[in-house]
């Protein structure tokens, strides 16, 4: 069964950082390109880090320059680490396989004041 746990998400202030942990299992992690997801109240789902397993990654254009994803593959967990955070960051992220996606977790909540 797969399971996926985030967290390390909060309420910070514009400028501030954070990261995010992903715990999985179920997943065969080891051979699956991983993606952090988020969904801003009233928007769709995007994902906006992803990570293969090489660890090459790529990211969209808001966040490139300010998030970093990393694995762990001896442990299952995908990392997004986020600094110089915006107002407009604030959403629900989530972990997923980037094709194929699992069943969602519960994401973590991350709120950014201005």
């Known amino acids: 069964q797969v399971q996926l746990v985030e967290s390390g998400g909060g309420l910070v202030q514009t400028g501030g950082s954070l990261r995010l942990s992903c715990a999985t299992s179920?997943?065969?992690?080891?051979?699956?390109?991983m993606g952090w997801y988020r969904q801003a109240p009233g928007k769709q789902r995007e994902l906006i880090a992803s990570i293969n397993t090489d660890s090459s990654t790529d990211y969209t254009d808001s966040v490139k320059g300010r998030f970093t994803i990393s694995r762990d593959h001896d442990n299952d967990k995908v990392y997004l680490q986020m600094h110089a955070l915006k107002p407009e960051d604030t959403a629900l992220y989530y972990c997923n396989t980037v094709i194929l996606q699992a069943s969602w977790g519960q994401g973590t909540q991350v709120t950014v004041s201005s």
């Open positions: 179920g997943l065969l992690f080891s051979i699956r390109r």
